[in-house]
Protein backbone atom coordinates (compact mmCIF):
# COMPACT_ATOMS: atom_id res chain seq x y z
CA UNK A 1 0.00 0.00 0.00
CA UNK A 2 1.86 3.22 -0.91
CA UNK A 3 1.40 6.41 0.73
CA UNK A 4 2.25 10.05 -0.49
CA UNK A 5 1.68 12.89 2.07
CA UNK A 6 1.93 16.75 0.08
CA UNK A 7 1.43 20.00 2.19
CA UNK A 8 -1.00 22.36 0.06
CA UNK A 9 0.38 26.13 1.02
CA UNK A 10 -2.09 29.64 0.70
CA UNK A 11 -1.18 31.71 -1.48
CA UNK A 12 -1.91 35.75 -1.39
CA UNK A 13 -2.23 38.75 -3.97
CA UNK A 14 0.00 41.52 -3.35
CA UNK A 15 -1.41 42.72 -6.72
CA UNK A 16 -4.08 42.30 -8.69
CA UNK A 17 -4.78 44.34 -11.75
CA UNK A 18 -8.32 42.57 -13.59
CA UNK A 19 -7.83 43.64 -17.42
CA UNK A 20 -10.63 43.07 -20.23
CA UNK A 21 -12.46 40.31 -20.22
CA UNK A 22 -11.20 37.93 -23.00
CA UNK A 23 -13.10 35.64 -26.16
CA UNK A 24 -13.17 32.29 -23.59
CA UNK A 25 -14.89 34.12 -21.19
CA UNK A 26 -12.04 34.72 -18.48
CA UNK A 27 -10.58 38.07 -17.96
CA UNK A 28 -6.92 38.79 -18.53
CA UNK A 29 -5.01 39.88 -14.86
CA UNK A 30 -1.69 40.73 -13.90
CA UNK A 31 -0.95 39.59 -10.48
CA UNK A 32 1.93 39.08 -7.86
CA UNK A 33 0.96 35.71 -6.03
CA UNK A 34 3.36 34.85 -2.83
CA UNK A 35 3.04 31.87 -1.29
CA UNK A 36 2.40 31.57 2.40
CA UNK A 37 3.73 28.35 4.89
CA UNK A 38 0.04 28.10 6.02
CA UNK A 39 -1.85 25.82 3.97
CA UNK A 40 -4.08 22.47 3.88
CA UNK A 41 -2.03 18.98 4.03
CA UNK A 42 -3.07 15.71 1.64
CA UNK A 43 -2.77 12.33 2.31
CA UNK A 44 -2.86 10.15 -0.76
CA UNK A 45 -2.95 6.27 0.02
CA UNK A 46 -3.35 3.63 -2.72
CA UNK A 47 -5.97 1.57 -1.60
CA UNK A 48 -9.45 0.12 -2.73
CA UNK A 49 -10.82 -1.44 -5.97
CA UNK A 50 -9.27 0.12 -9.57
CA UNK A 51 -10.72 3.06 -10.46
CA UNK A 52 -12.26 3.65 -7.05
CA UNK A 53 -12.06 7.20 -5.31
CA UNK A 54 -12.58 7.98 -1.65
CA UNK A 55 -12.12 11.89 -0.06
CA UNK A 56 -12.32 13.01 3.05
CA UNK A 57 -12.28 15.96 4.41
CA UNK A 58 -11.50 17.35 7.93
CA UNK A 59 -12.39 21.19 8.44
CA UNK A 60 -10.36 22.81 11.34
CA UNK A 61 -11.88 25.14 13.92
CA UNK A 62 -12.91 27.17 13.22
CA UNK A 63 -13.90 26.31 9.56
CA UNK A 64 -17.50 24.93 9.01
CA UNK A 65 -17.80 21.75 6.59
CA UNK A 66 -18.18 22.48 3.44
CA UNK A 67 -17.64 21.48 -0.22
CA UNK A 68 -14.41 22.28 -2.70
CA UNK A 69 -15.20 24.05 -5.32
CA UNK A 70 -17.11 22.17 -8.37
CA UNK A 71 -15.26 18.57 -6.51
CA UNK A 72 -11.83 19.72 -8.20
CA UNK A 73 -10.20 16.83 -6.39
CA UNK A 74 -12.19 14.19 -8.08
CA UNK A 75 -11.48 16.09 -11.71
CA UNK A 76 -7.95 16.15 -10.65
CA UNK A 77 -8.13 12.38 -10.33
CA UNK A 78 -10.38 11.57 -13.50
CA UNK A 79 -7.98 13.69 -15.64
CA UNK A 80 -5.12 12.61 -14.58
CA UNK A 81 -6.35 8.93 -15.14
CA UNK A 82 -7.38 9.71 -18.84
CA UNK A 83 -3.91 10.99 -19.56
CA UNK A 84 -1.95 8.01 -17.93
CA UNK A 85 -4.25 5.35 -17.58
CA UNK A 86 -3.52 5.20 -14.24
CA UNK A 87 -5.86 2.38 -12.56
CA UNK A 88 -5.03 2.29 -8.84
CA UNK A 89 -7.92 2.70 -6.17
CA UNK A 90 -7.41 5.74 -4.12
CA UNK A 91 -8.32 7.32 -0.20
CA UNK A 92 -7.25 11.18 -0.22
CA UNK A 93 -7.69 12.84 2.72
CA UNK A 94 -7.76 16.36 3.40
CA UNK A 95 -6.66 18.84 6.37
CA UNK A 96 -8.43 21.89 5.44
CA UNK A 97 -7.19 24.96 6.79
CA UNK A 98 -7.48 27.45 4.32
CA UNK A 99 -11.33 28.52 4.05
CA UNK A 100 -13.76 28.01 1.10
CA UNK A 101 -14.02 31.57 -0.80
CA UNK A 102 -10.90 33.56 1.11
CA UNK A 103 -9.07 34.40 -1.79
CA UNK A 104 -5.81 32.52 -0.76
CA UNK A 105 -6.07 29.46 -3.55
CA UNK A 106 -7.33 26.60 -1.04
CA UNK A 107 -8.76 24.68 -3.53
CA UNK A 108 -6.32 25.19 -6.18
CA UNK A 109 -3.71 24.25 -4.03
CA UNK A 110 -4.85 21.12 -3.28
CA UNK A 111 -5.83 20.49 -6.88
CA UNK A 112 -1.72 21.10 -7.44
CA UNK A 113 -0.95 18.82 -4.49
CA UNK A 114 -3.22 16.17 -6.06
CA UNK A 115 -1.97 16.28 -9.13
CA UNK A 116 1.63 16.28 -8.20
CA UNK A 117 1.03 13.27 -5.45
CA UNK A 118 -0.42 11.14 -7.99
CA UNK A 119 2.79 11.99 -10.40
CA UNK A 120 4.53 10.61 -7.27
CA UNK A 121 2.71 7.87 -7.10
CA UNK A 122 2.33 6.44 -10.72
CA UNK A 123 6.35 6.77 -10.79
CA UNK A 124 7.08 10.55 -11.99
CA UNK A 125 5.70 9.54 -15.84
CA UNK A 126 4.31 12.98 -16.42
CA UNK A 127 7.46 15.64 -16.66
CA UNK A 128 6.50 19.46 -15.35
CA UNK A 129 5.48 21.07 -18.79
CA UNK A 130 2.98 18.06 -18.92
CA UNK A 131 1.52 19.09 -15.25
CA UNK A 132 1.59 22.37 -15.82
CA UNK A 133 -0.74 21.98 -18.68
CA UNK A 134 -2.68 19.83 -17.27
CA UNK A 135 -2.87 22.10 -14.33
CA UNK A 136 -3.92 25.31 -16.65
CA UNK A 137 -7.34 22.93 -17.49
CA UNK A 138 -8.11 22.31 -14.30
CA UNK A 139 -7.90 25.77 -12.81
CA UNK A 140 -6.70 29.43 -13.49
CA UNK A 141 -4.66 29.24 -10.25
CA UNK A 142 -3.02 25.63 -10.46
CA UNK A 143 -0.33 26.09 -12.45
CA UNK A 144 0.83 28.81 -9.91
CA UNK A 145 1.21 26.02 -7.28
CA UNK A 146 2.72 23.83 -9.05
CA UNK A 147 5.81 25.70 -8.91
CA UNK A 148 5.17 28.09 -6.03
CA UNK A 149 7.27 30.36 -4.52
CA UNK A 150 6.81 34.04 -5.78
CA UNK A 151 5.98 34.98 -9.17
CA UNK A 152 4.24 37.43 -11.21
CA UNK A 153 1.07 36.05 -13.04
CA UNK A 154 -0.54 36.70 -16.19
CA UNK A 155 -3.07 35.82 -18.63
CA UNK A 156 -6.06 33.92 -16.65
CA UNK A 157 -3.25 32.75 -14.59
CA UNK A 158 -1.13 30.15 -16.71
CA UNK A 159 1.32 32.66 -17.96
CA UNK A 160 4.34 32.72 -14.82
CA UNK A 161 7.64 34.39 -14.25
CA UNK A 162 9.59 33.65 -11.10
CA UNK A 163 10.00 36.87 -9.11
CA UNK A 164 12.98 37.05 -6.03
CA UNK A 165 11.08 36.03 -2.64
CA UNK A 166 11.34 39.11 -0.08
CA UNK A 167 13.30 38.31 2.64
CA UNK A 168 12.78 38.20 6.11
CA UNK A 169 8.88 39.09 5.85
CA UNK A 170 6.00 37.92 8.15
CA UNK A 171 2.32 37.57 7.16
CA UNK A 172 -0.55 37.94 9.35
CA UNK A 173 -3.95 36.99 7.43
CA UNK A 174 -7.07 37.47 8.50
CA UNK A 175 -10.70 36.19 7.20
CA UNK A 176 -14.07 36.94 8.59
CA UNK A 177 -14.98 33.27 8.02
CA UNK A 178 -17.42 34.78 4.79
CA UNK A 179 -16.99 33.11 2.25
CA UNK A 180 -16.32 35.70 -1.36
CA UNK A 181 -17.62 34.58 -4.53
CA UNK A 182 -15.28 35.13 -7.54
CA UNK A 183 -17.85 34.96 -10.30
CA UNK A 184 -20.02 37.74 -8.23
CA UNK A 185 -17.01 39.54 -7.92
CA UNK A 186 -15.94 39.72 -11.34
CA UNK A 187 -19.52 40.17 -12.21
CA UNK A 188 -19.94 43.53 -9.98
CA UNK A 189 -16.63 44.61 -11.54
CA UNK A 190 -17.49 44.14 -15.32
CA UNK A 191 -21.26 46.03 -14.79
CA UNK A 192 -19.24 49.03 -12.65
CA UNK A 193 -16.85 49.24 -15.48
CA UNK A 194 -19.57 48.79 -18.24
CA UNK A 195 -21.81 51.17 -16.66
CA UNK A 196 -19.20 53.58 -17.02
CA UNK A 197 -18.17 53.83 -13.21
CA UNK A 198 -14.68 54.65 -12.56
CA UNK A 199 -12.53 52.85 -9.83
CA UNK A 200 -9.34 54.35 -8.42
CA UNK A 201 -6.68 51.95 -10.36
CA UNK A 202 -2.86 52.00 -10.61
CA UNK A 203 -0.61 52.20 -12.94
CA UNK A 204 -0.04 49.12 -14.67
CA UNK A 205 3.94 47.62 -14.86
CA UNK A 206 4.63 44.78 -17.47
CA UNK A 207 8.45 44.77 -16.99
CA UNK A 208 9.20 41.40 -14.83
CA UNK A 209 12.31 43.35 -13.54
CA UNK A 210 10.16 46.23 -12.61
CA UNK A 211 8.19 44.12 -10.54
CA UNK A 212 10.84 42.55 -9.02
CA UNK A 213 12.34 46.06 -7.97
CA UNK A 214 9.08 47.05 -5.97
CA UNK A 215 9.17 43.63 -4.36
CA UNK A 216 12.16 43.49 -2.83
CA UNK A 217 11.56 47.46 -1.74
CA UNK A 218 10.11 48.02 2.32
CA UNK A 219 6.57 46.89 2.01
CA UNK A 220 5.65 50.25 3.25
CA UNK A 221 6.51 51.46 -0.04
CA UNK A 222 4.79 48.73 -1.81
CA UNK A 223 2.60 50.48 -4.46
CA UNK A 224 0.31 47.51 -5.10
CA UNK A 225 -3.53 47.24 -5.31
CA UNK A 226 -6.66 45.10 -5.90
CA UNK A 227 -8.83 45.95 -8.17
CA UNK A 228 -12.10 44.66 -6.32
CA UNK A 229 -10.98 46.30 -3.06
CA UNK A 230 -12.40 49.63 -4.23
CA UNK A 231 -15.52 48.22 -5.51
CA UNK A 232 -16.35 46.08 -2.07
CA UNK A 233 -15.67 49.11 -0.21
CA UNK A 234 -18.47 50.73 -2.58
CA UNK A 235 -20.85 48.39 -2.02
CA UNK A 236 -20.34 48.56 1.78
CA UNK A 237 -20.46 43.94 2.25
CA UNK A 238 -20.98 42.40 5.07
CA UNK A 239 -17.25 41.10 4.99
CA UNK A 240 -16.23 44.02 7.16
CA UNK A 241 -12.88 44.75 4.95
CA UNK A 242 -12.32 48.55 5.82
CA UNK A 243 -12.42 47.19 9.69
CA UNK A 244 -10.54 44.58 9.36
CA UNK A 245 -7.66 46.69 7.02
CA UNK A 246 -8.23 49.17 10.05
CA UNK A 247 -7.15 47.06 12.57
CA UNK A 248 -3.99 45.95 10.52
CA UNK A 249 -2.98 48.98 9.87
CA UNK A 250 -3.44 49.78 13.97
CA UNK A 251 -1.49 46.52 14.61
CA UNK A 252 2.01 47.97 12.91
CA UNK A 253 0.91 46.78 9.21
CA UNK A 254 3.40 48.10 7.16
CA UNK A 255 1.12 47.06 3.95
CA UNK A 256 -2.56 45.66 4.03
CA UNK A 257 -4.53 44.62 1.37
CA UNK A 258 -6.99 42.10 0.14
CA UNK A 259 -6.05 38.62 -1.76
CA UNK A 260 -7.66 37.69 -4.66
CA UNK A 261 -11.18 38.71 -5.10
CA UNK A 262 -11.88 38.00 -1.18
CA UNK A 263 -12.56 37.50 2.10
CA UNK A 264 -8.76 37.65 3.26
CA UNK A 265 -7.02 40.27 4.23
CA UNK A 266 -3.71 40.42 5.04
CA UNK A 267 -0.25 42.14 6.78
CA UNK A 268 3.12 42.66 5.71
CA UNK A 269 5.64 42.98 9.15
CA UNK A 270 9.57 43.01 8.59
CA UNK A 271 10.10 42.35 12.52
CA UNK A 272 8.71 39.13 13.72
CA UNK A 273 7.97 40.37 17.09
CA UNK A 274 5.83 42.74 15.97
CA UNK A 275 3.68 40.83 13.69
CA UNK A 276 3.84 38.50 16.97
CA UNK A 277 2.09 41.85 19.04
CA UNK A 278 -0.08 42.17 15.99
CA UNK A 279 -1.29 38.27 15.49
CA UNK A 280 -2.10 38.83 19.42
CA UNK A 281 -4.10 41.76 18.98
CA UNK A 282 -5.94 40.68 16.09
CA UNK A 283 -6.76 37.23 17.67
CA UNK A 284 -9.04 39.11 20.69
CA UNK A 285 -10.96 40.97 17.60
CA UNK A 286 -11.46 38.26 14.72
CA UNK A 287 -11.87 34.14 15.24
CA UNK A 288 -9.78 33.15 11.98
CA UNK A 289 -5.99 34.95 12.52
CA UNK A 290 -3.04 33.27 11.13
CA UNK A 291 0.64 34.47 11.55
CA UNK A 292 2.98 33.31 8.49
CA UNK A 293 5.88 33.54 6.35
CA UNK A 294 6.41 33.25 2.45
CA UNK A 295 8.10 30.39 1.03
CA UNK A 296 10.82 29.81 -1.13
CA UNK A 297 10.05 28.73 -5.32
CA UNK A 298 11.06 25.30 -4.37
CA UNK A 299 7.49 23.99 -5.40
CA UNK A 300 5.25 21.04 -4.17
CA UNK A 301 7.62 18.47 -2.36
CA UNK A 302 5.83 15.06 -1.98
CA UNK A 303 6.67 12.73 1.13
CA UNK A 304 6.77 8.86 0.20
CA UNK A 305 5.28 7.34 3.71
CA UNK A 306 5.80 3.44 1.41
Known sequence: MAQARIEAPAKINVHLEIRGRRPDGFHDLESVFLETAFGDSLLITEEGPEHSCEIAMHWEPPL??????????????????KRTFYRKGLRIAVEKRIPVGSGMGGSSSDAAGVLVALNALSG???AEPELLEMAAELGSDVPFFIRGGAALVRGRGEILESLPLPPGLK???VNPLLPSSSAEAFRLLDRKREGGGELPRG????????????????????????DFLPLFLEKETPCQYAKILG????????????S????TCFGIYSDGGEAKKAFDFLLKRWFFVKLTFFLANKGLEVVRLS
Not at 64 to 81: H, M, P, Q, S, T
Not at 203 to 226: M, T, Y
Open 124 to 126: SCL
Open 203 to 226: KGLSDPVEWAALLEGPPGEWPFWN
Open 260 to 263: GSGS
Open 247 to 258: DLKESGAEFAGL
Open 64 to 81: RAGELKDNIIAGVVNCFR
Open 171 to 173: VVL
